[in-house]
């Protein structure tokens, strides 16, 4: 089993990321800025419908536009466009203004079909059906902690009858279980929470700049978090191989999870480039880029749960829905707790939508939005403070739990928990109110073990770093680049870390925060294995053995005494360079993490503005390999959980079908003026850091919007049940609770 | 966008000439018109660009006896002002909360009072009363952020300019040129109901631009508030501005102007009644918030709003005396 250095120089400290300078000042060249010679510039024709067929299609005015030099149409007379942004077809041509022009003279018959795009309309009785087999695709439900002998006992009754009777009676079979349970239980919370669809909203839009390289070599310029798979897909669609295909990455701004194929418009870029001869350019432009680039589903989750007096929860039984426009729109539940008694059944709801992509942690957040708010109106039932509720339904088997339970008592003293929190209804009778909630979340992080890197030394001393893994903003460049640093003795700056490119050794495609965990282990095996290589040649020329060799500060020790430096000792590797290649090794890496956060509030009761005070975020991820790039991740995650709690929704018309918000003004995100405090800490005591790296991308999101969730709860002394917690949202929930008189 | 002829005249009158001509649209500070441009919402044959006519910019005068605000005059530069901020609150807020700085940096006093409304139907092509198969979009679909008063009739988008508001509640007169000649009318009468689709919702004839807004001399006491959703750059939800004249304690009248809830900027007749004559309090800036809502008929998304004209106006009058109870 490998291992880490135990007293690393490097690893764990606080390094700027190598490109952070060339990023700052615009040198850095992202996909979407490169502009090979002769380039052309590609435009998209998508839907302008919400589900509609097409009758007729006439490219005939668009190719006869001067400076036009290709039309691709992907969607042929008869096809059904499903959602609004769905590809229809794309022009090339001298300049992005004539293309656009192109693509607009491209004539199209619609037949208007009838289209659903609320879960409302998709849900309602004699909805028109849009997708085979209906719109809401019910799942069975997930039954945990009901005996054998009950189950067999409701199954005994239930297939009795007739088979189109059998579902609703196994379903009032089940709840007549936790009626039982919940008439034994102190308190019962019945509810419904929801959350919206949000859109990724990258930076930098999806595409990709193709030029053609010969008849059967093709180089990409690509936004992608997958540079292999884009390379692949390419490869596949033009029936070449995939050696002859280059995708490149040198920088990305922002996937989320939703940049991980070549897409419709990446193939398209290629064949009109193909067609037209030239290098073609085709990026999404902002409203495409809600519409049809991805989305995170939204949720809505009924939920009955119970406790007994003690805290501790008896049962829950959930329905859920959500959904992912064309697409799914599952995610795990219940979440994190240990919940002896639960019955959970979810429906994916199809709309006239683009279809969802994973967006940062798939499904956890939504899952965490409801448990954690179904949690706190119990805790705030029975009378206790959340935190001591939470810490008692924690799964006393699982090894995560001691985790949670440092990471939890380092939140509530970082944000004041047991000085400033008061519990609902207590927080002021004036119109600004205070409020504090918490919230907690788990995610994988784990890695692949099929991942290579090359570590090159030349006799210049150059140490080159080599993976097709690319660097979407995590700081994967970085990271590389201080590991071999760390283990040949230099700088990271000394390392040329060259990622970001489909031809080279095997990399990992960075999703499901899994890059640094893949990455770590070949990038730590091939610098010892450059290094061991090193040092066997110096060994024959100085005439000692390699094993009294050792590297440090940029030198080659003999014995621990400083013999050379790096520079000079490559230079008697003469002519040769060292190159190795290193793969997966036990022990450096591992999965499994948790969090939790804490949000304090400040809500203003006549305007329903939500004003956030302060965030605290403790995550731990195992060995941490920088702590600047680490925290960033950190970050970036809250920032993006406060977006969520605080902002994000798709707003789809009932009545044209289309995204109202489709842009950056009507779609909200935070600005600077939005951001609070945010405090990050690492939980890393030593059992952590021995347990290797974990990825930390993910998990920082999860739980920053159920955490601002409960804090307005708390503040209002009223659950705000719907998110974002905008001022519609919040006033709306104060004067329902008015009308019922509960405030 | 759709290829259009450019000029950059240099002289009002040439400006003019190159504006009478069919299909013609005046450019400043291209905030919102590059905008519409680009989504088709406006296809003009001519762009006529404003920045070059120097006479258009500038703020001259004092607040005693009035201050002449050119049409081309930045927002940063009336944020920059002392005199509007000292003598011209209700102003100056305004200001200050729209877009972003790059966004004032950029854009004009007469830009932002002639921008087109923000309704998300029109910005989609619908046009500016919405209307499909005879049936109202706003009406029928999403309208959580249209308008609450005058919801009797079609044309149910909010007036977009807070500045107008801020400028009526200051009893603002507006200078247009045209071929015509010159005119000058009250700030209000900008603005205008469309009742067919072929109406529009500013009181400009074929070629006519604003040239300046006239502040009176500074009287009374004045202030703004917006309920928004964001800090940074946002549209104000609902925005007040009132301008009190002050008998000792005693607010003897009162304008008040609401922006974001009527497809002109709203005057609330029933709230500057209810102040009249009063000594301002707590007590009776919530009564007179309370006035402000009468009338109101929200439509199906936006009841939300009618809170917010309350607390809006509320605001807006105590921090013209000077209590901003919200911020303690």
């Known amino acids: 089993m490998a291992s880490w250095p135990r007293n690393p120089r490097l690893i764990g400290t606080r390094i700027p990321r190598l490109d952070g300078m060339a990023k700052a000042t615009g040198k850095a060249k992202y996909p979407s800025d490169i502009l090979p010679a002769k380039m052309l510039f590609g435009a998209i024709l998508a839907s302008p419908h919400a589900h509609a067929k097409i009758q007729s299609i006439d490219v005939k005015a668009a190719e006869s536009i001067p400076g036009v030099k290709a039309v691709y149409v992907q969607a042929k007379a008869g096809s059904t466009l499903r959602f609004q942004g769905d590809f229809i077809a794309a022009a090339a041509a001298t300049s992005e203004e004539l293309a656009r022009d192109a693509v607009r003279a491209i004539k199209i018959e619609y037949e208007i079909l009838p289209h659903v795009v609320t879960e409302e309309q998709a849900m309602a009785p004699g909805a028109p059906a849009i997708v085979r087999g209906g719109n809401v695709r019910p799942g069975r439900a997930v039954i945990r902690g009901i005996p054998d002998s009950k189950l067999a006992e409701i199954e005994k009754i239930v297939t009795a009858l007739p088979r189109n009777q059998q579902e609703t009676r196994r379903k009032q079979e089940v709840e007549k279980v936790f009626d039982e349970l919940f008439a034994r239980s102190d308190a019962v919370v019945e509810a419904t929470y929801s959350v919206p669809v949000i859109t990724h909203v990258c930076l930098e839009p999806h595409g990709l700049t193709a030029r053609w390289d010969g008849p059967d070599k093709l180089t990409v310029w690509a936004s992608t978090q997958a540079v292999q798979v884009v390379a692949n897909e390419l490869a596949g669609e033009f029936e070449i191989p995939s050696a002859n295909v280059t995708v490149l990455t040198d920088y990305m701004g922002g996937g989320f999870g939703s940049k991980f194929g070549a897409d419709v418009w990446g193939v398209v870029a290629a064949r009109l480039a193909r067609q037209a001869n030239a290098p073609v350019r085709l990026f999404l432009d902002r409203s495409l880029e809600h519409l049809a680039a991805g989305n995170r589903p939204s949720a809505t989750g009924k939920v009955k749960i119970g406790a007994s007096k003690d805290g501790r929860v008896t049962g829950l039984l959930a329905e859920t829905h959500g959904t992912g426009g064309t697409g799914g729109a599952g995610f795990p539940f219940p979440y994190v707790y240990d919940i002896p008694v639960s019955s959970r059944s979810h429906s994916d709801v199809f709309v006239n939508g683009g279809a969802q992509r994973a967006m940062r942690a798939p499904g956890h957040p939504q899952a965490c939005a409801i448990m954690e708010a179904a949690l706190d109106d119990l805790a705030d039932k029975l009378g206790m403070d959340p935190l001591e509720l939470r810490l008692k339904n924690l799964d006393p088997n699982d090894f995560h739990t001691p985790i949670y339970k440092g990471e939890i008592a380092m939140a509530a003293e970082l944000i004041g928990w047991r000085e400033k929190r008061k519990p609902r209804g207590m927080n002021g009778t004036g119109p600004i109110r205070h409020g504090m909630g918490m919230a907690m979340h788990q995610w994988g992080g784990g890695g692949t073990q099929d991942k290579k890197v090359s570590c090159t030394i030349s006799p210049d001393g150059t140490v080159e770093l080599k993976s097709a893994t690319q660097d979407i903003g995590t700081g994967a460049r970085t990271i590389m680049a201080i590991i071999a640093a760390e283990i040949l003795g230099l700088k990271p700056t000394d390392i040329v870390s060259n990622i970001g490119n489909s031809t080279f050794p095997p990399g990992q495609p960075s999703g499901g925060s899994t890059t640094t965990p893949s990455m770590s282990p070949p990038t730590y095996d091939a610098a010892t294995r450059a290094r061991d290589a090193l040092f066997k040649h110096l060994a024959k020329v100085l005439n000692v053995k390699p094993e009294q060799l050792s590297v440090k500060d940029g030198s080659v020790l003999v014995e621990g005494q400083a013999s050379l430096f790096w520079k000079d000792a490559c230079r008697k590797l003469g002519t040769a360079s060292i190159a190795e290649t290193g793969g997966f090794q036990e022990g450096l890496a591992s ?142 929930a104060l004067s329902a609770a008015k009308k019922e008189g509960r405030a | 966008m759709k290829a259009f002829e450019y000029s950059a005249p240099s002289t009002l009158e040439d400006a003019l000439k190159l504006l009478s001509g069919p299909d013609a649209v005046a450019l400043s500070g291209g905030t919102d018109l590059v905008n519409r441009m680009k989504d088709y919402v406006t296809s003009p044959a001519r762009v006529v660009y404003l920045k070059d006519v120097k006479p258009l910019a500038g703020i001259s005068g004092d607040a005693r006896s009035g201050l002449t605000l050119g049409a081309g005059t930045r927002l940063s530069d009336i944020v920059a002002s002392a005199a509007i901020r000292e003598s011209y609150p209700a102003l100056w807020q305004a200001t200050a909360e729209v877009g972003s700085p790059q966004i004032r940096n950029m854009a004009t006093l007469g830009g932002n009072l002639l921008q087109r409304p923000r309704c998300w139907y029109y910005r989609a092509g619908h046009g500016l009363l919405a209307m499909k198969d005879g049936k109202s979009l706003v009406r029928e679909g999403d309208n959580r952020f249209h308008a609450i008063f005058m919801t009797e009739g079609n044309a149910l988008f909010v007036a977009p300019s807070s500045l107008a508001s801020a400028l009526a509640a200051l009893g603002s007169r507006v200078t247009i040129a045209g071929p015509q000649g010159e005119r000058t009318i009250l700030i209000e009468d900008l603005y205008q109901v469309p009742r067919s689709e072929s109406d529009s919702e500013l009181a400009l004839r074929p070629g006519e631009i604003v040239t300046k807004v006239n502040l009176p001399a500074a009287a009374g006491k004045s202030a703004s508030y917006e309920a928004r959703h964001k800090e940074a750059q946002d549209w104000p939800i609902v925005l007040a501005a009132v301008n009190l004249t002050l008998n000792g304690e005693t607010v003897s009248s009162a304008r008040i102007y609401l922006a974001g809830v009527a497809p002109i900027p709203w005057k609330c007749t029933a709230a500057e009644k209810a102040i009249a004559g009063k000594q301002l309090t707590l007590q009776i800036a919530d009564e007179v918030g309370e006035a402000a809502t009468s009338g109101a008929a929200p439509l199906s998304m936006n009841a939300y709003k009618v809170p917010l004209v309350k607390t809006t106006v509320k605001r807006a009058l105590l921090a013209a005396i000077g209590n901003r109870y919200w911020e303690a």
């Not at chain 1, 950190?634 to 995204?659: A, C, H, K, Q, S």
């Not at chain 1, 739980?703 to 709860?713: D, E």
């Open chain 1, 591 to 732: 999965v499994g993490v948790g969090d939790c956060q804490f949000a304090e509030v400040r809500v203003d009761t006549e305007t329903g503005k939500v004003k956030l005070l302060k965030l605290v975020a403790i995550q731990d991820s195992g060995l941490i390999l920088d702590k600047l790039t680490w925290e960033s991740q950190v970050y970036g995650g809250v920032i993006g959980g406060i977006n969520y709690g605080l902002f994000e929704e798709r707003i789809m018309d009932p009545i044209t079908g289309v995204m109202l918000n489709a842009d950056m003004e009507q779609y909200r995100l935070a600005g600077a003026a939005d951001i609070p405090e945010i405090i990050v800490r690492a939980y890393e005591p030593d059992e952590q850091k021995a347990r290797g790296v974990i990825g930390v991308g993910e998990p920082p999101t999860i739980s920053t919007a159920a955490a601002i969730g409960n804090a307005v709860a708390n503040a209002l002394g009223v659950r705000v049940p719907h998110w974002p917690m905008s001022p519609r949202n919040v006033l709306m």
